[in-house]
């Protein structure tokens, strides 16, 4: 355990605190010198416990004027690493950057593997603004929440200054849109609704339905754990959905990865889409829907608009100006391709 607070931490403190030396705790805490990542996040941890390194960064703040962006990603590193979200949001954080001549920093943290330690960004001073995405948890969350000076934008989560994507009203437009080719019996593959974002895809769904007099006792709905074992959740789902007594001429299924993999399974249980199953796929990007046979009709989240917005946010706050609207919500796009049919196409 840390010693308790003093007035004035210094570095002489968190040497001894750490069992290393000063010059050790130096580099680690400035980025520069010889010291292994491990041991670097140990260090920075342990000075924000002790009540340094907020000071720390104040100061480096305070010195000079740093105008540098950061997209700083939380999410589990198996998550980050199959999620073509973060890929996209990483590329068009990139280019917008670029176009501006803003220099530009990423990380991508996976704040449950390293629940004790921090993303350098957010205590290197390197940076004068942060996009955070995803969702911080354990130390970083707390020092996100009571320490950090950097003028920041949180996207697709909430926060005093955020962007999102509107995804109850784009949902909402999917399942209006099934019931217009005449599907009645239209089905839900959802997120884990422990989670807020899926929470609100299951009641802008129910919500649809109901507002079309379809939402019926036994409307079929399913979960599939992003964070699980993915054979076992796809088998769970396509089990669930072939041992349904009335199965669902229409799905709407979270996840473009989930989708793909969903049909296929389909198919192999010869089922085939959209003639016997039509399927919209949401929180997915164009290209990820566009890359399979057939194309999935989608519900697109527009990544180059959620980062030109929260771009333009964080560095209106890094100026001091006024935010009108601290909580912005970007439209997703709904493609129609070749996953979608009137539900009489199926006896043809």
């Known amino acids: 355990m840390p010693p308790a607070r003093k007035d004035k931490i210094g570095m002489k403190d968190i040497a001894e605190a750490a069992g290393v030396s000063v010059m050790t705790v130096s580099a680690a805490l400035s980025g520069a010198g010889r010291v292994s990542d491990t041991r670097k996040r140990e260090i920075v941890a342990l000075a924000h416990r002790m009540g340094y390194r907020s000071n720390t960064a104040a100061r480096l703040l305070k010195s000079k004027r740093v105008d540098d962006l950061g997209l700083l990603i939380f999410e589990k590193e198996e998550l980050i690493r199959e999620n073509a979200g973060f890929m996209d949001m990483t590329v068009q954080f990139m280019q917008e950057c670029l176009r501006n001549n803003i220099h530009f920093q990423l990380e991508w943290f996976d704040c449950y593997r390293n629940s004790e330690a921090l993303p350098q960004m957010l205590t290197s001073g390197l940076v004068g603004g942060l996009l955070i995405a995803g969702a911080p948890q354990n ?67 129910d919500t649809a339905m109901s507002e079309l007099s379809l939402l019926r006792p036994d409307t079929f709905h399913a979960e599939n754990q992003p964070a699980g074992d993915f054979q076992y959740e796809l088998r769970k789902v396509t089990e669930a959905f072939l041992k349904t007594q009335t199965r669902p001429t229409a799905l709407l299924v979270s996840s473009g990865l989930f989708t793909k993999a969903f049909i296929s399974d389909l198919q192999r249980n010869g089922i085939r889409v959209p003639e016997d199953l039509s399927i919209i796929c949401h929180e997915t990007v164009d290209w990820e829907a566009e890359a399979f046979s057939p194309p999935i009709s989608a519900i697109e989240r527009k990544y180059d608009d959620l980062i030109a917005a929260g771009v333009k946010m964080v560095r209106e706050l890094m100026d001091g100006q006024e935010i009108r609207c601290p909580n912005t919500l970007i439209l997703p796009s709904f493609t129609k391709r070749g996953t979608v049919c009137p539900p009489e196409r199926r006896n043809n």
């Not at 509107?166 to 019931?179: C, H, K, M, P, T």
């Open 139 to 205: 130390a970083a969350k707390h020092f996100i929440e009571n320490d950090l000076v950097l003028p920041s934008v949180t996207l697709c989560e909430p926060g005093k200054y955020s962007v999102g994507f509107d995804n109850e009203n784009s949902l909402r437009q999917a399942v209006y849109y099934l019931a217009s080719l005449g599907h009645a019996n239209i089905g839900l593959i959802n997120g884990p609704e422990t989670l807020g974002v899926f929470q609100g895809f299951r009641h802008a769904f």
